[in-house]
Each structure stands twice: as structure tokens, then as C-alpha cells.
């Protein structure tokens, strides 16, 4: 992929008032890396999945070294989507911190996201969803909780729909600088979903 030729055009982009802030979405630091050694505007963002089992600490780290903000899809583990499941919405640590707080399990997941320091977008069709998504404030998680999260094993979501042997990412290790974790869902799941969805 040519991504130096396709940063140039959204810099330029950029220098014609066209876009505020250019960024980019699903980087890991050996990708991030690589762009910032010719980007003449370094990206305001990546966007990539955080939630209490993808913690994204390395990651987060080399951004703010970087000055980029780390935003997080899927905050909620990406619950129904063809590329995840519920596991981060049944979680019964994550049911326990949030019967401790008087809270939800998707307060709790949104809230942890707000606190590492990252922007959250979580998605809801729903109106009383989108309000208690957006009731984080006010209240604070506990340093057990955190430690409680930060036991969690650590898992993403299924991106077997972005690589190929023919595409510039042949494997999903690969796509995440050869970091491998469990997918929280299964191949066969994905795909049936995504077949679903188109
Ligand atoms: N850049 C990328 O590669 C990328 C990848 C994935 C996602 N994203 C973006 O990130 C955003 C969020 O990600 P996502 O949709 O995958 O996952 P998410 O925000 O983790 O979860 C969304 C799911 O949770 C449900 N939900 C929302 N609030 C809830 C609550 N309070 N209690 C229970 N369930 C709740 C939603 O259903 P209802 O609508 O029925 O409430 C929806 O099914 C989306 O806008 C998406 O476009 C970007």
C-alpha cells in the first residue's frame, strides 16, 4: 500500500482548510512509526479498538510520546458487531465494579477508556443508551477496580476481514506488529455475520 502517496493527499487535504485535523485508524506503533519518519503533518489521532480487554497500554504510551490522541472504538468490546461478541458486556468482573459503583457494565467500560486518558466513541441507536453512555461523570473508578482490569486477560476483536494473502497485510499479527492476542470472536462467526450484514 502506498501510504506515503495517500498521507500526502490528506495533508493536502489539511493544507486546504478541507479537513481541521487528519488521522488515521487501526495503527499499531511499527505503522505509526513508519509514517511519522515522512509525514510533514503528523496525524491528530488513531483510532483503534480499546475496551477493559484490549488495553492498548503500549500503544497509548507511543502516542503520547508522539502527541497523538488515542480514541477508542468499541469501548463496549463492539457488542453485536460481526467482528466481536458480548464477552466485554458479560463480563462478571466487569458486572461486579459495576454493582460496586451503582453503575452499568457500559459506564464502567466507558468511564475506564475516559480515565487511560483517550476519547471514547461508543455507538447507540438507542436515546436512553446514548444518555447513560454519556452519565461518566461525577464518579471515578477505584485503584482496585483498575487493578482488577488490568488482571483481565487480553483479547480483540476479529479482523480476519482485513488482511489477505494478496493485501499489504497478510495475517492479523502482521496488521498489529505481529502482537497476537485471542480474537473474542470466532473466524466462522465473523465471516457468518459479515455475510449477514452485506
Ligand atoms: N475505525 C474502525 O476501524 C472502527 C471499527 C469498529 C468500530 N468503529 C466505530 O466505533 C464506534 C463504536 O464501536 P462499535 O459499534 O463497534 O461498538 P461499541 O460502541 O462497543 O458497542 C456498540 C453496541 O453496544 C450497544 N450499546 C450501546 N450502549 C449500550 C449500553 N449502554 N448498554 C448496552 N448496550 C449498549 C449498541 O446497541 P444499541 O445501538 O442497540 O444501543 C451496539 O450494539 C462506531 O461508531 C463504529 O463506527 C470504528
Redesign the pocket.
Given at each position: 500500500m502506498d501510504m506515503k502517496g495517500v498521507w500526502e493527499e490528506m495533508e493536502e487535504c489539511h493544507r486546504r482548510g478541507l479537513a481541521r485535523a487528519v488521522g488515521v485508524?487501526?495503527f499499531a506503533c511499527k505503522k505509526l512509526e513508519h509514517l511519522l519518519s515522512f509525514a510533514r503533518i503528523p496525524p491528530a489521532a488513531n483510532?483503534v479498538?480499546v475496551?477493559p480487554y484490549c488495553r492498548q497500554n503500549k500503544l497509548r504510551e507511543f502516542c503520547r510520546e508522539k502527541g497523538i490522541q488515542l480514541c477508542a472504538?468499541?469501548?463496549?468490546?463492539?457488542?453485536?458487531?460481526p467482528w466481536?461478541n458480548n464477552s466485554v458486556?458479560d463480563s462478571p468482573v466487569l458486572k461486579q465494579i459495576a454493582q460496586d459503583r451503582g453503575k452499568?457494565v457500559?459506564q464502567v467500560c466507558i468511564r475506564w477508556v475516559y480515565e487511560q486518558g483517550d476519547c471514547v466513541?461508543?455507538?447507540?441507536?438507542?436515546e436512553s443508551?446514548m444518555r447513560?453512555?454519556l452519565d461518566i461523570f461525577g464518579w471515578e473508578l477505584t485503584d482496585d477496580d483498575h487493578r482488577k482490569i488490568s488482571d483481565l486477560p487480553e483479547s480483540r476483536g476479529n479482523y480476519n476481514f482485513l488482511v489477505h494473502e494478496s493485501g499489504p497485510y497478510k495475517t492479523v499479527e502482521e496488521l498489529w506488529d505481529g502482537r497476537s492476542l485471542p480474537a473474542t470472536a470466532s473466524k466462522r462467526r465473523s465471516f457468518r455475520l459479515i455475510d449477514e450484514h452485506l
Open positions: 485508524s487501526n483510532q479498538e475496551h472504538y468499541s469501548p463496549l468490546g463492539g457488542n453485536g458487531t466481536a458486556m452499568t457500559a466513541i461508543a455507538k447507540s441507536f438507542n443508551r447513560e453512555n
